[in-house]
C-alpha cells in the first residue's frame, strides 16, 4: 500500500500538486550539434544563481568544463552524451531544465527525453540556420505537439540576416516565428536588444570570458538613438517591418503550435539569457493533465504517477548503479513511498529518489507534477514503464524512433552467453539501442539499430567492461527502416531487393532497405504494402 493510500489528506495532497504543478516550467533545449546548447545550459544556470560561473564544453584556455558532462568521452571529445535534469527556482517559478546529447550519434536519447517536456527552446546558430539535426528534433516535438521557443545564438558572431533567419524558420519549420527581441546591430557586431513589449534598448556589456552574468542597462528609444545611430533605426524599422506582416506574439497561438517567439542571444558571452529565464517564466506552459494508454486522462489531482523516459547506468562508477528518470505526471511524490509498476503488478519502492544533474546528486523528500526524479538501482524499471499510486493508470508506451545504422552483435566467448545476453537485455531496456530479431540469424545474433554509429562504440564498450562480455559488430548495409506487419512482410521480401523482416522485442515488426530508392519503387509497385515511416525518419 502506497503513502497516498494510507494518508486521509488526498485533498490537501491533491490541491498542493495543482498549486505546485502551476509553478513548474518544465523544457529541454534541442539544438544541432555545436549550437551551443550545453553552453546555454550552464549560462541559465548562472542567471538562476545556481552556479557560481559559466563554463564551456571543452574545458580549454583555463575555462571550466560543463557540469552537466560528466562521462569520460564527454570531457574528452567535448560533446554532451548523457542527459541532465536540473531544477532550480526562479522568479516564483521551478525551472525544469532536460539537458541532452547535442552529438547528433546520441539523438535518439534527445527524443525520448522530449517526451517528458511541455516546451522546448530550439536553439539556432545565427551563422548556420536550421540544420539537420535540429530539424529531426523539430519533428519530434511537433509529434508530440510540445510549443517551441526560438533562440538565435551566437549574435556576436558575423552570421546571416535577421530577417534572413526569420523567413528560413518559417519555410522550413511552417511556424510564424513571433520575435520578442530584434538585435540591435548585425550578427557580429550585437549591442543588445530592441525589446518589442516597450519599445526600450537592453544594452549588454561583455564580461571576461562570459563567465559571469553580463551587465545590462535599459534606455528609452530616444536614448538609444542617440547611443547606437544607424544600428538602433535599422532595428526600429526592420520591428516595423515584423508589425506589418502581423508578426506579433499571441499566446493561443504558441501554446497551438503555429507559432515560435525569437530571442536573439549570445549565450557564451551571457547576453540575452535572463530574457530567456523571464520568457520561459511567462510564456511556456506549465504541466497539465496527461492522457493514459485508455484514452482518459490522468488529471493533476489524482494520486501519484509517473512515467520512466530514460535509465542510466554506471554513473557512479564505484557502485555501477542504474538510475531510472521519471517524470511526475500526477499527484505528490514523497521519497520512501511504495508504489505499483503497472508493467508488473509489483510494489516498488522508492527509497534512493535524487535530483540529478551530471555527477552531481541531491536526495529529495517531496516533488510535484513536471518535477524529474532519479530512483537509484532501478533494476525492474525499463523505458517506458508506468508508475501509480492508489488508482491504476498505465500511460502510452514511449514513441520508438527511426534507427539508420544496424550491425549484427555476437558474443566472443560462448562460455559467456547469460552475460551476453543480460546485457543485451539491459542495454535495450535502457534504450542504448534498439534490438532486433531476425528469423536467419536466431536469438544468439540480435540484430543492434541504432541512430547514430558511436551508440555502437557505447554498447561495445559497456558490454566488455560492464557485463564482461565482448561483442563483435558486423556492420548491415541497411540505412532505413518502417514499421510493417504480417500480411505485408511476405510481399516485401518478395518484391523489395535486399530488404529484410526484423522484430522488436515489443514484438513490432520493421521492414529495413538499404536506401530511399529500393523504398521508393517498392512503394510504387506495391502500394497496398503496410509501411509506415519512424518518427524522426529522412525517407
Known sequence: MSVVEERPDGGREAKAAVGEAGRRRTFAVISHPDAGKSTLTEALALHARVIGSAGAVHGKAGRRGTVSDWMDIEKARGISITSAALQFEYR?????????????????????????????????????????????????????????LTVINKWD???????????????????????????????????????????????????????????????????????????????????????????????????????????FASAVSNFGVGALLDTLVDLAPAPTGMPAADGAVRELTDPFSAFVFKVQAGMDTAHRDRLA???????????GMVVTHARTGRPFATKYAQHVFGRDRESIDVAYPGDVVGLVNANALGVGDTLYADRPVQFPPLTTFAPEHFAVCRGRDAAKHKQFRKGIEQLDSEGVVQVLKSDRRGD????????????FEVAQHRMEHEFGAPVDLDRLPYSLALRTDEASAPGILAAARNAEILRRADGELLAVFPDKWGLRVLQQNKPELLLEPLVAAQL
Open 92 to 148: 516564483d517559478a521551478v525551472i525544469n531544465l532536460l539537458d541532452t546529447p547535442g552529438h547528433a550519434d546520441f539523438s535518439e536519447d534527445t527524443y525520448r527525453v522530449l517526451t517528458a517536456v511541455d516546451a522546448a527552446v530550439m536553439l539556432v546558430d545565427a551563422a548556420k540556420g536550421l540544420e539537420a539535426q535540429t530539424m529531426k528534433l523539430f519533428a519530434v516535438c511537433r509529434h508530440r505537439g510540445i510549443p517551441v
Open 444 to 455: 544468439g545474433a540480435p540484430v543492434l539499430a541504432v541512430v547514430g554509429p558511436m551508440q
Open 325 to 335: 528518470f521519471i517524470r511526475i505526471c500526477s499527484g505528490v511524490f514523497e521519497r
Open 157 to 263: 558572431r558575423p552570421g546571416k540576416d535577421a530577417l534572413e533567419l526569420m523567413d528560413e524558420i518559417s519555410e522550413r519549420t511552417g511556424l510564424t516565428p513571433t520575435p520578442l527581441t530584434w538585435p540591435v546591430g548585425i550578427a557580429g557586431d550585437f549591442r543588445g536588444v530592441l525589446d518589442r513589449a516597450d519599445g526600450t534598448y537592453r544594452r549588454f556589456t561583455r564580461t571576461a570570458g562570459g563567465a559571469t552574468i553580463a551587465p545590462e542597462e535599459t534606455l528609452p528609444a530616444a536614448a538609444a538613438l542617440a547611443r547606437e545611430g544607424d544600428a538602433w533605426q535599422q532595428a526600429v524599422e526592420e520591428v516595423e517591418l515584423l508589425e506589418a506582416s502581423g508578426q506579433d506574439h499571441e499566446q493561443s497561438l504558441f501554446l497551438e503550435g503555429v507559432t515560435t517567439p525569437v530571442l
